[in-house]
């Protein structure tokens, strides 16, 4: 590999998959959620096997998995995986996306044709003013641009390509995989640990160039019910108990100083109120708690249903059901029992000529999951920046620093065998 590191197919190939509608579908009951995810989960198999990654394979529930073979001639070198996640959110229009490719950037505002109120301004964006110089890519304006997480998908199509086309690269077998459905919590419902055969893998779905993201918050999702009575409102006196003004009482009794989004940073944790389904006699609070300590999510969930029940009180007849659901947990707690995975991760991105950054996930990622699942799982740089927003963007080059610290992790773990 050359001190530049490898020439990549990387921007050619994000240009065309972000052109493809993947955006996934919170209420769909099928899986994927959407038939435009499987468009692409197809092409990727096709693009595969042109490479002569040969088993590349798509499952019934869409998951694509093929592995590059191994070079090395050691015995010993354990096989290790790449994921990426073709869905984008739902959250703003990922259809008709028309990338731009903004060349040698120099600093000026980005203003998106196709609306002049979206502008991009380094004043705004320091990871953007980091960028000058480089190559990047947007949407038009009205779009997400599907950075996340095409990019690491693009990124990971790049590295096989690379290490197919060059196999004097000594590393042993790689599995490679790409997932649906990851933005509305469901890329892992169906993976298969066994059959991916890794010791551990590595997401693609980062920020910054040198970002390795280690930690991520503990999640659960809580449901709060009030269940009151309803009658004609003219003869209601003394009657009716309205859950919509219990459940008002209730979300004006969530902490407003602490524990908010809006109000959190950095390791804080909080609760956020993230949906409301009201009537008279029965209205549902869905909230989200957050925290990297796994313990203090049952504390949380103490707190939200003693102020529910204190809202419930004042009102004769009101009751009150909680139910919790566990989300994901800190990946941290696996990681930590792995530790090689993370340091080869760290060597990986030095060797790269990056300074290494590493900064605890304020959310989760599909390798949260897959952790606990025995498939313990980092999340790498893919260079996506203002996630699921018009503004979305990421730089080519970046893309290209994620392709040679994929090559690079393939050496390193090859090396480390005996």
Known sequence: MSDSGPSTSALERFLRYVTIDTQAAEQSTTYPSTPGQLVLLNQLVVELKAIDVEDASIDEHGYVMATIPATTSKPTVPVIGFLAHVDTSPDMPGKDVKPIAHRNYDGS?????????????????????????????????????????????????????????????????????????????????????????????????????????????????????????????????????????????????????????????????????????????????????RDFDTAKLAEQAEMIERLARGSAAPHPGARVEVDVAESYRNMREILDRHPEVVEHAKTAIRRAGLELSMNPIRGGTDGSKLSFMGLPTPNLFAGEHNFHSRLEWVSAQDMDKAVEVIVHLCQIWEAAAE
């Open 109 to 289: 505002d980005l203003t998106l044709p196709d609306d002049p109120t979206a502008v991009l301004r380094v004043a705004e964006d320091p990871a953007l003013a980091a960028r000058i110089g480089d190559d990047i890519v947007t949407a038009s304006g009205t779009t997400l641009l599907g950075a996340d997480d095409k990019a690491g998908v693009a990124e990971i199509m790049a590295a096989a390509e690379h290490l197919m086309a060059h196999p004097e690269i000594p590393h042993g077998a790689v599995r490679i995989g790409f997932t649906p459905d990851e933005e509305v919590g469901r890329g892992t419902e169906y993976f298969d640990v066994a059959k991916f055969g890794a010791i551990c893998a590595y997401t693609l779905d980062g920020s910054s160039r040198g970002e390795l993201e280690t930690e991520s918050f503990s999640a659960d999702s809580m449901r709060v019910t009030f269940q009151g009575f309803n009658t004609h409102p003219g003869y209601a006196k003394g009657r009716m108990v309205n859950t919509i003004k219990v459940a008002s009482d209730f979300v004006t009794r969530l902490p407003a100083e602490r524990l908010s989004p809006e109000t959190t940073a950095e390791r804080e944790g909080y609760v956020h109120p993230l949906q409301l389904d009201a009537s008279v006699d029965r209205t549902t609070v869905t909230l989200l708690l």
